[in-house]
């Protein structure tokens, strides 16, 4: 969520939109309206708001004179006057939407979200154009955002899907491989041991709470749970349980949080892995459209009846988002770390990590809305490998795109294909893998 600061300045980017939108029905051959004019193009509120306040007196009533210093008197932060101008404005036209639009950020800014959604409201009920009303439909989206921020919320959701993966066991497609440490002996690959493709059935849900503590400060948790099914491979079966949860505080531009985080991985019906850590994020809001991240996790592995593989994680990482014009919202984050095997005289257990991810989202209509996400990274491992006197370097690359398509209220299909390629110095180590899943979801 968005700080309230802003917050104000995304609704002020909107409402300008409005209003070149919409056209200037105030327009009028004025020195003084126009040179205010003028200046709010320039963004200089203050100025516009400076030139018009000492003629407030003998031209208060003139609704292309309030109109105008309501804007200024808003957007350099005299939220009261403002309020005063604009009542005055909608006291001689009252069908003026764009001041009323106004008004309802005016109202917004001065903490009555109630009386701002209601000016809005009435706003979407007039004749003006798909612009225009997409404008509103903005500010409305604002609104709801910052009263979501102040009210308790859970969350849920339920899944279910069907898909088919090239490589549920995320193996080599080589039947044979060469032993460098046994004299170069060629030996055949368990078939356990080698790719292999299956159907698939997909289970999960969900919750996230979120808790206003104060104005500034929240606590957020989430639970997720999901189990893959495969039709033939049953062997191979994932299931999976995540949950966090810690605080998040605002201050001005920046959103800072914390989280405790756990989860397992259960594979044919065994516990594969636990992991326990924490997270650390910084996000700063650059402006009303882009924002930047940066975050630092770490994480304890444990492997019930493999403790050899037992570690530590650490990961610290920066992103970057922007919202365009356009439409669509792009991402890019990188970050870097390492993995240390908590056993002695397996330095090759352990690794050093870097990666890059990149993507996009597109809201295209009120249905559809596309997606798309490219990654590298890539794993250096300390030692030789066992058996294959070398160290281990691992270079996986990814991609997945996908639509959501909400056919109904909380209601949504989505289908997604994703690919893996892992490349890899020590040949058992390559595999190639697949997915795609047709997903359908409820939220509650």
């Known amino acids: 969520m968005p700080p309230l600061s802003d917050l104000t300045r995304f609704l002020a980017v909107a409402a300008m939109a409005f209003a070149l939108s919409c056209g200037s029905a105030l327009a009028q051959t004025d020195p003084t309206l126009e040179r205010a004019r003028s200046l709010m193009t320039a963004r200089d509120a203050a100025g516009a708001y400076a030139l018009l306040s000492p003629l407030e007196s003998t031209r208060a009533g003139q609704p292309e004179f309030d109109y105008l210093l309501g804007i200024a008197a808003l957007d350099s932060g005299r939220v009261t006057r403002a309020i005063f101008a604009l009542e005055r404005v909608l006291a001689v036209q009252p069908g003026n939407a764009l001041a009323r639009a106004e008004i309802g950020r005016a109202y917004l800014a001065a903490g009555e979200a109630d009386t701002a959604r209601a000016e809005l409201n009435q706003v979407r009920t007039g004749n003006v154009p798909p612009e225009a009303m997409a404008a509103v439909d903005r500010l409305l989206g604002g609104i709801s955002q910052l009263q979501s921020q102040r009210s308790t919320q859970l969350r849920g959701y339920l899944e279910a899907g069907v898909g088919h993966d090239t490589n549920v066991n995320s193996a080599t497609g080589n039947s044979q491989i060469a032993i460098p440490a046994l004299g170069g002996l060629t030996f055949n690959l368990d078939p356990a041991s080698r790719r292999t493709h299956d159907s698939f059935t997909l289970l999960g849900g969900g919750a996230n709470l979120r808790v206003p503590l104060r104005p ?229």
């Open 216 to 444: 500034d400060l929240a606590l957020a948790a989430s639970l997720a749970l999901s189990q893959n099914l495969n039709h033939d491979q049953d062997r191979f079966d994932a299931g999976v349980i995540d949950a966090n949860a810690g605080l998040a505080r605002t201050a001005g531009a920046s959103v800072f949080s914390g989280a405790l985080q756990a989860s397992a991985i259960w594979i044919g019906g065994s516990r594969l892995r636990d992991a326990m850590g924490a997270l650390a994020q910084w996000q700063y809001n650059l402006d009303s459209r882009s924002q930047t991240t940066l975050f630092a996790q770490v994480s304890r592995l444990d492997y019930p009846g493999n403790s050899i593989r037992n570690a530590d994680r650490w990961i610290l990482g920066a992103g970057y988002a922007r919202a365009l014009a356009a439409g669509p919202v792009m991402f890019i984050s990188a970050y870097g770390g390492r993995e240390d095997a908590r056993g002695s005289g397996v330095p090759h257990l352990g690794h050093q990590v870097a990666g890059l991810r990149a993507g996009a989202q597109w809201q295209t209509s009120s249905a559809w809305t596309l997606f798309g996400t490219v990654s590298a990274e890539e794993r250096r491992y300390g030692g030789n490998e066992p058996l294959f006197s070398q160290p281990r370097k691992d270079t996986q690359k990814g991609l997945i795109m996908g639509a959501h398509y909400a056919f109904a209220q909380a209601w949504r299909l989505t289908p997604q294909v994703s690919y893996t390629d892992n490349g890899s110095s020590i040949m058992i180590y390559e595999f190639r893998r697949t997915i795609a899943a047709l997903v359908l979801r409820r939220e509650f």
